[in-house]
T-cell receptor, first 114, second 111 residues
Framework: EAGVTQSPTHLIKTRGQQATLRCSPI?????VYWYQQALGLGLQFLLW???????NRGNFPPRFSGRQFPNYSSELNVNALELEDSALYLC?????????????FGQGTRLTVV | SQQGEEDPQALSIQEGENATMNCSYK?????LQWYRQNSGRGLVHLIL?????REKHSGRLRVTLDTSKKSSSLLITASRAADTASYFC???????????FGTGTRLQVTL
């Protein structure tokens, strides 16, 4: 069974540009979560999608947005990139929210803004 | 702000020794989970302990939970060099449905 897959693995963008990150959850999982991990720091919750809808959002500006498609895959879009957006972006999936079950993580997309 | 705070921030031990990491959290929880991260890659789920459980084992891992103190500990026995990684605790607070991670403990196991 395939795990959570993220693409691309690495992404280098210039300040002011837009970045699009993609995530495919484990088959059967309806919830997708996005986290930002800046170098040497913990994971900061970004967004939670379930059944195609945004369920919860972390403390990030509106230029961080995303969506979930009918097949439960998800995109994270970051507009007007800033240098501080450089981080590892992790996607996780779970069944029926993360309340009682473990989350399965992808390997992440390392975004570098120059 | 982080719901969980791990202690210590970094730990260096020799192979064969035991490693103990602690996690404290602030609000009531549904469950607490421990994850491992190798070299800034994806996280791997290690163990989940529910709020009505006090101790749980999985191989060389032992997790305890004290809800009265809002704390948990992860013990890795007979550590190996391959255990070198960052370890995070994560909680599902109260009625929320998202994992909130601590800042992590960096474990270095040397030969």
């Amino acid at each position: 069974e395939a795990g959570v897959t993220q693409s691309p693995t690495h992404l280098i963008k210039t300040r002011g540009q837009q970045a699009t990150l993609r995530c495919s959850p484990i088959s059967g999982h309806t919830s997708v979560y996005w986290y930002q991990q800046a170098l040497g720091l913990g994971l900061q919750f970004l967004l939670w999608y379930d059944e195609g809808e945004e369920r919860n959002r972390g403390n990030f500006p509106p230029r961080f947005s995303g969506r979930q498609f009918p097949n439960y895959s998800s995109e994270l879009n970051v507009n007007a990139l800033e240098l501080e957006d450089s981080a590892l972006y992790l996607c996780a999936s779970s069944s029926q929210g993360q309340r009682g079950t473990e989350a399965f993580f992808g390997q992440g997309t390392r975004l570098t803004v120059v | 702000s982080q719901q969980g705070e791990e202690d210590p921030q970094a730990l260096s031990i020799q192979e064969g020794e035991n490693a103990t990491m602690n996690c404290s959290y602030k609000t009531s929880i549904n469950n607490l989970q421990w994850y491992r991260q190798n070299s800034g890659r994806g996280l791997v789920h290690l163990i989940l302990i529910r709020s009505n459980e006090r101790e749980k084992h999985s191989g060389r891992l032992r997790v305890t939970l004290d809800t009265s103190k809002k704390s948990s500990s992860l013990l890795i026995t007979a550590s190996r060099a391959a255990d070198t990684a960052s370890y995070f605790c994560a909680t599902v607070p109260g009625t929320a449905s998202k994992l909130t991670f601590g800042t992590g403990t960096r474990l270095q196991v040397t030969l």
